[in-house]
């Protein structure tokens, strides 16, 4: 598509022409899940109606279709990302799943006592709690990344903190809180550089930006189907092949073995090793046709898109004296998730004013309680875009944010 029509693109979108509480539904929760075109919809209809079975399984001609189908969805996933080859793309129940995969089968086998493992204090709890774990069992130790005061990593912070102890570094490449995008190829280098490997966070970036396993030298990425057009119950774990070969598997069972004897087993080469029991073939359509879909439209012209409504809502927000917004406020330096707070008022109640416009927005502490606490803040109130929302409803929103103190008795 050459040119991008974003009123063109709503009409794909069914779901957000729904009126909420007598207003047109606008939808700012992104960040959290994102709507599916028709196109993803028919797909996943088609394979249901023509295709399913259990693949892997047997050798009728839909159990054939259906492992064609889950195969050909792989193989969309190692072109989107880059990957050398489709058995470095191993399918999960999404990123969470696949952080822990991580975690239990590479750092609870790699590291030792003594360790380190670094991790930024803007991850989304998914990409903390695992870590505990391991740093826990292990009596390694667990080191934070600090943020500047315009949100973003300095790398003196990042050479200061990577040291010869450090065996697993683990950052997200966008924040779903701040917004803030992260030099992780750089991250990757320092990693690399005192042989620890690097997991990128990639659920807030990959429905956005283009992302290049190789390029970024990430030695793991995950991220999930659910925030980029795609059914949830599914995502994606990218390891490179000599890594993963060497990692004993997560969960064990059907489909991921080789030979099983009385007392032992033997167990199947990747993706498989990883991939135990019946995989969700539905969602991995899915997510192949909201790749086919991002694609024909082109990252960089939604990334683009998404610039624009960031500086238009930033630049709207800035003149409100009473709100303040947490996040780098150079657009070159974020995406389009912006948390702010609105003086003397809980973000619980804002979410439920705003609501009463028909804007959907998202209050709380957005699965990232450590930053909160390094923000001194309770909770934030976030709003988060994706290719089909529009000026128009940010103009909806800054209408419904004013509302807001009023509602509460403040005046204005
Ligand atoms: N990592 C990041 C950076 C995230 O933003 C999220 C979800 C996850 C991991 C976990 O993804 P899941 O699909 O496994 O749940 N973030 C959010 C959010 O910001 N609001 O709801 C979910």
Request: hydrophobic content about 40%; charged content about 20%; glycine content about 6%.
């Amino acid at each position: 598509m050459s040119s991008f029509n974003v009123h063109e693109i709503r009409k794909d979108f069914v779901t957000l022409s729904q009126v909420v509480n007598g207003r047109p539904l606008v939808y700012f929760d992104n960040a959290a899940t994102t709507h599916k075109p028709s196109a993803v919809l028919e797909q996943v209809r088609l394979y249901n109606e023509k295709m399913h079975a259990n693949p892997n399984r047997g050798a009728h001609t839909l159990g054939v279709l259906a492992t064609q189908a889950y195969e050909d969805a792989r193989e969309k996933v190692r072109a989107f990302i880059n990957a050398k080859e489709a058995q470095e793309v191993i399918f999960t129940k999404n990123a969470t799943e696949a952080l822990n995969l991580i975690a239990y089968s590479y750092g609870m086998s790699q590291i030792e006592v003594g360790d380190e493992i670094v991790i930024c204090i803007s991850e989304h709890h998914s990409n903390i709690l695992p870590w505990q774990q391991v740093a826990q069992a292990k009596k390694a130790t667990l080191k934070y990344l600090y943020l500047t005061p315009d949100y973003r990593l300095d790398m003196t912070e990042v050479e200061a903190k990577i040291t010869e102890k450090t065996k697993l570094v683990s950052i997200a490449q966008m924040s779903n809180v701040l917004g803030t995008i992260y030099p992780v190829k750089e991250i990757a280098e320092y990693a690399h550089k005192v042989g620890a490997v690097i997991v990128v966070d990639a659920a807030q970036s990959v429905p956005h930006l283009t992302v290049d396993v190789q390029e970024l030298d990430a030695d793991f990425l995950v991220f999930s189907g659910h925030k980029m057009l795609a059914p949830m119950g599914i995502g994606v774990l990218y390891g490179k092949r000599n890594l993963l070969e060497k990692m004993p598997p997560f969960l064990t069972g059907g489909d991921m073995i080789e030979y099983v004897e009385e007392q032992s087993a033997t167990f199947a080469e990747l993706p498989n090793k990883f991939e135990a029991g019946t995989p969700n073939v539905e969602g991995a359509v899915g997510l192949a046709a909201a790749i086919d879909y991002l694609t024909a439209i082109g990252l960089e012209i939604v990334h683009q898109h998404e610039l624009e409504l960031t500086a238009y809502a930033l630049e709207k927000l800035k003149e409100i004296p009473y709100i303040k917004v947490y996040g780098p406020d150079n657009v070159k330096q974020r995406g389009g998730v912006i948390s702010f707070s609105v003086a003397n008022c809980h973000p619980h109640d804002v979410a439920s004013i705003v609501d009463t416009y028909g804007v959907a927005l998202r209050a709380g502490h957005h699965c990232a309680q450590p930053l909160m606490k390094y923000l001194q803040v309770p909770a934030t109130s976030r709003i988060s875009f994706y290719l089909y929302n529009t000026l128009e409803e940010i103009d909806v929103f800054i209408e419904s944010i004013k509302s807001v103190r009023k509602w509460l008795g403040y005046g204005s």
